[in-house]
């Protein structure tokens, strides 16, 4: 689409006219995009419901937060977790686990593991990079994490790439930019 200029010249119109364009659609075309964007949402949560199922956490992919675990993981990197229930948790295991009171889960490698008789494990947590173990990172009065606790077990990482992730978190101002850059980026190549 075009738009007359001074002295006889043609410039393209606002990539910024949405509105516009939403009122040029006919009734079937707008049902049209607002189905592709629902289907585009359900499809992502789709495939993160199963990575769920298949790997039996409630959070299969997490990022690494704070430097605590370096060298073995460092700010940033994209862990892969399962949590199969069956699986025994073992001294030296990388654990990433949820403490009553803190929203966050939290990364750390297994130092103790306690098994009673009956079958009950209780076991301590410390960042490679830390000088004590985890117990001031526990709930008041707690000394040990427990199965229910564990949120998974790290498979696998990808290095750094959850740095957009903590970039975004850290500056909500360049969260803001990054999505009108996008959105105008679209505007653009849609006009072309």
Known sequence: ???AGPVGTHLPTSGLDIFGDLRKMNKRQLYYQVLNFAMIVSSALMIWKGLIVLTGSESP???VLSGSMEP???RGDLLFLTNFREDPIRAGEIVVFKVEGRDIPIVHRVIKVHEKDNGDIKFLTKGDNNEVDDRGLYKEGQN?????DVVGRARG???YVGMVTIIMNDYPKFKYALLAVMGAYVLLKRES
């Open 157 to 159: 990482f990808l290095p």
């Open 1 to 3: 689409m075009v738009r």
């Open 144 to 148: 040990w994490l427990e199965k229910k």
């Open 72 to 74: 073995a993981f460092h």
């Open 61 to 63: 992919i997490v990022v």
